[in-house]
């Protein structure tokens, strides 16, 4: 199936009497994964074809935006307390970079930094705090998120064949937050952006963890109702099978 969809990448990829040099087909393998209680992780496959002038591919996976508020503790008289916070719009809860060679190699800081490339390029929206006191914060979000598995960066993950195909596995920890991504597949020549893709992916719990996930924003209080009455249930059923032996 995959050699299928990428010989027809390569198909449209190709076809026609002539072709622009900076020219760009990608497609991914499934733009929706669904979230069960045995997910344990998984990978999207992302593929394509250049045209004849080849170049360098970067894909970014990145969302979904949310909203945080991050604080700093001190100790104040021998209590550790809140002191410092910094509330942050549209950081994405998962980002991931993968290219066919390192990036300082395709493009330079400044061309990365203006293209949001890579994870120390990553810029939050700061409601409080000028950029210098709120930094602290930024980094803290890039190194908490790394050590989660959710913030990664791979140069080598793309593999480009015959300098016209390309694909590159994209992997998904069990951790991943739901919602709505996007996948951004960049073409370089000459260490400038010449196209770039846009391929929106969903990622949604299904079955029955669909099901209790929807009751429980829909219906809060209900659910709290119903978690209350069941964890009293299980309390009285376990000491009634202990007391019985």
């Not at 979230?35 to 004849?52: D, K, N, P, Q, R």
């Not at 803290?140 to 993950?157: C, F, H, P, V």
Request: aromatic fraction near 10%; include cysteine.
């Amino acid at each position: 199936m995959k050699r299928l969809l990428i010989a027809i990448s390569v198909l449209f990829a190709s076809s026609g009497p002539a072709q622009a040099e900076a020219t760009l087909v990608s497609d991914i393998s499934a733009h929706r994964i669904g979230i069960t209680s045995s997910y344990t992780g998984t990978e999207l496959l992302l593929f394509g074809a250049l045209g004849e002038g080849g170049g360098d591919v970067v894909i970014v996976v990145r969302g979904p935006d949310q909203d945080l508020n991050v604080r700093r503790k001190a100790r104040v008289g021998g209590i550790w307390l809140n002191t410092e916070s910094v509330a942050y719009r549209g950081v994405p809860g998962f980002y991931a970079v993968a290219s066919n060679r390192p990036l300082s190699e395709i493009a330079s800081p400044r061309v990365l930094k203006r293209n949001g490339i890579g994870i120390e390029n990553l810029r939050f929206t700061g409601e409080t705090a000028n950029d210098d006191t709120s930094a602290p914060f930024a980094s803290a979000i890039r190194r908490r998120r790394i050590a989660n598995g959710l913030y990664s960066t791979d140069e080598g993950a793309v593999s480009v064949i015959y300098d016209r195909l390309f694909r590159a596995d994209i992997p998904f920890p069990a951790n991943v937050p739901v919602g709505n991504y996007n996948a951004l597949i960049y073409l370089f020549q000459d260490g400038q952006v010449v196209v770039g893709e846009t391929k929106p992916i969903i990622i949604d719990k299904s079955g029955i963890e669909r099901a209790i996930f929807i009751f429980a924003k829909r219906q809060p209080a209900l659910y709290g109702i119903f978690a209350v009455i069941v964890a009293c249930l299980a309390g009285w059923g376990a000491a009634q099978f202990f007391r019985k032996r």
